[in-house]
T-cell receptor, first 111, second 113 residues
Framework: SQQGEEDPQALSIQEGENATMNCSYKTSINNLQWYRQNSGRGLVHLILIRSNEREKHSGRLRVTLDTSKKSSSLLITASRAADTASYFCATVASGTYKYIFGTGTRLKVLA | NAGVTQTPKFQVLKTGQSMTLQCAQDMNHNSMYWYRQDPGMGLRLIYYSASEGTTDKGEVPNGYNVSRLNKREFSLRLESAAPSQTSVYFC????????????FGPGTRLLVL
């Protein structure tokens, strides 16, 4: 079964707006990672946040982690058409080496 | 520096045929992974190798076998392909298993008739 569940499943916004997507998971984790997948391509890593971290930034990306609620959010600010893609969270449960992916959020940014 | 490479890019099999998917990485990573992705779904872990010489089952190992040939190469074998194995297969590698970023290959599209 999937460890992470993203919400919403699909999101459509105008260029320049912010996009927020959420990930919930079920067990204690070592870290949580966000990936982007353009249609038909492999996944590209965006950000890794460890269980003892609460927030990380990378360019226009901001990731938060709330281990008490077992949830994370990815914020993309000032979105661009090129941000159109599917976004996945992946968690590594404590004591394991397995990356478990969620079902993804499909983001469409309209020019 | 090619990163993670996969061969073939696309394959059509008949039910019952066998094949091996090849994966290689040139980043000196310790751990390697095989995933499958079905339409509209996230990735599901088939097998992984946390370090050279070890392999372990993931979420969906049935119908597959793997070989960690050396530090660079990790192959996935379908002994008797079934239509349910129609999917896109991704190989990935990372430094320390479970601790670091994963780098993905471009994928192999497999169709089993």
């Amino acid at each position: 079964s999937q460890q992470g569940e993203e919400d919403p499943q699909a999101l459509s916004i105008q260029e320049g707006e912010n996009a927020t997507m959420n990930c919930s998971y079920k067990t204690s984790i070592n870290n949580l990672q966000w990936y982007r997948q353009n249609s038909g391509r492999g996944l590209v890593h965006l950000i890794l946040i460890r269980s003892n971290e609460r927030e990380k930034h990378s360019g226009r990306l901001r990731v938060t982690l709330d281990t008490s609620k077992k949830s994370s959010s990815l914020l993309i600010t000032a979105s661009r058409a090129a941000d159109t893609a599917s976004y996945f969270c992946a968690t590594v449960a404590s004591g394991t080496y397995k990356y478990i992916f969620g079902t993804g959020t499909r983001l469409k940014v309209l020019a | 520096n090619a990163g993670v490479t996969q061969t073939p890019k696309f394959q059509v099999l008949k039910t019952g045929q066998s094949m091996t998917l090849q994966c290689a990485q040139d980043m000196n990573h310790n751990s390697m992974y095989w995933y499958r992705q079905d339409p509209g779904m996230g990735l599901r872990l088939i097998y992984y190798s946390a370090s050279e010489g070890t392999t372990d089952k993931g979420e969906v190992p049935n119908g597959y076998n793997v070989s960690r040939l050396n530090k660079r190469e990790f192959s996935l074998r379908l002994e008797s392909a079934a239509p349910s194995q129609t999917s896109v297969y991704f190989c990935a590698s990372s430094g320390l298993a479970g601790q670091e970023t994963q780098y993905f290959g471009p994928g192999t599209r497999l169709l089993v008739l």
